[in-house]
């Protein structure tokens, strides 16, 4: 932006992401609308359709797409993070149950998804999981407290026992490949708690650093 008085160029900072319905079409003929609590936090071209829920203190980063326009509904507990670049989507017509409920994309709390990482319904994430830069979860249920390693993929209708350990690109597409997996080290177990912990403060540091004077249409005024 250029200030005329000093003839100096200043960045133009805008806050804008996009939050909406999902379009109707033959697959979801009824318009959803994401509910997303207030004290979560919605980086700068975040972009979440359709029926999603997002609970308490979860950060969402800068370029993550959670699109419930196929798959639905999407849900994502308390105290979890996608960071940047994160996507989620699902397939139509197809779940996971938790609690007698139906979910394309189930997130539990306190999850970490790093960095390029792909989760894709249908999908269950208990609560306490690491997934790593670029890693793919697809129709897959990983149990809590596991660490999904960086550029692993886990698919094939696999479950993952609880703190499982899916080594760095790891292709985990049998049950037979999940059910013999190792406890995620204790190394890995401090690293992710360590991301868990960073992670927990950008919501409330964010949206300081931000402002609450936000308009409706996401601008900071």
Request: aromatic fraction near 18%.
């Given at each position: 932006?250029?200030?005329h008085s000093s003839n100096q160029f200043y960045p133009l900072n805008?806050?804008?992401?996009?939050?909406?319905?999902?379009p109707q079409t033959s697959v979801n003929p009824s318009l959803k609308y994401p509910t997303i609590s207030k004290t979560a936090f919605l980086s700068p071209f975040t972009?979440?359709?359709?029926?999603?829920t997002i609970r308490k203190n979860t950060y969402i980063a800068p370029f993550v797409s959670l699109r419930a326009d196929e798959g639905t509904p999407f849900y994502i507990g308390r105290n979890t993070n996608l960071q940047d670049g994160v996507i989620l989507h699902g397939l139509k017509?197809?779940?996971m149950e938790v609690n007698s409920m139906k979910f394309s994309i189930y997130i539990g709390d306190w999850v970490s998804?790093?960095?390029?990482?792909?989760?894709?319904g249908p999908c269950r994430v208990d609560d306490?999981?690491?997934i790593g830069f670029n890693a793919i979860v697809y129709n897959a249920w990983i149990g809590e407290g596991s660490f999904v390693s960086k550029g692993s993929v886990v698919t094939g209708g696999?479950?993952?026992?609880?703190?499982s350990f899916v080594p760095p690109g790891a292709s985990i597409d049998t049950q037979e490949k999940a059910n013999v997996l190792s406890q995620v080290p204790i190394s890995e177990e401090k690293f992710a708690k360590e991301v868990q912990r960073v992670n927990q403060e950008f919501p409330s540091a964010y949206s300081l650093f931000f402002g609450e004077n936000r308009c409706s249409c996401g601008l900071s005024c």
């Open positions: 932006m250029w200030n805008i806050y804008s992401y996009f939050v909406g319905p999902n972009f979440i359709v359709g029926d999603v017509n197809k779940y998804c790093a960095h390029g990482s792909m989760i894709h306490h999981v690491f696999v479950k993952l026992k609880p703190n």
